[in-house]
């Protein structure tokens, strides 16, 4: 199973644009999934479009193993230790 298609789709609620993920492979499975700009996440947008030029056409299975070797390999939480570790700094300094 690979990934054919990856569009971002917006609407606008007045008061916030909602933003959705649709990621469709080439058997029909379609995924979805929603994200925010607008607390902090600006430009996420535009990092989901480079990302899918990438993305087609790779198969599922081995993106995901990609993903689970990152998260086992601790980078996720070693971003986390940083954000602690900078708490810590401004507290004592």
Same mark, same amino acid.
């Given at each position: 199973m690979? $990934?054919?298609? $990856?569009?971002?789709?917006?609407? @606008?609620?007045?008061?916030?644009?909602?933003?959705?993920?649709? $990621? +469709? +492979? @080439? @058997?029909?499975?379609?995924?979805?999934? !929603?994200?925010? !700009?607008?607390?902090?996440? =600006?430009?996420?947008?535009?990092? $989901? =479009?480079?990302l899918a030029e990438r993305l087609i056409g790779l198969e599922i299975l081995r993106i995901c193993l990609k993903a689970l070797t990152i998260q086992r390999c601790g980078f996720i939480q070693a971003a986390s230790h940083v954000q602690r570790l900078r708490l810590l700094e401004q507290r004592v300094g």
């Open positions: 690979r $990934i054919a298609r $990856i569009e971002d789709l917006h609407c @606008d609620a007045g008061w916030r644009t909602w933003s959705f993920l649709k $990621i +469709t +492979t @080439d @058997d029909g499975v379609v995924g979805w999934s !929603e994200y925010n !700009e607008s607390y902090g996440s =600006q430009g996420l947008t535009a990092v $989901i =479009q480079k």
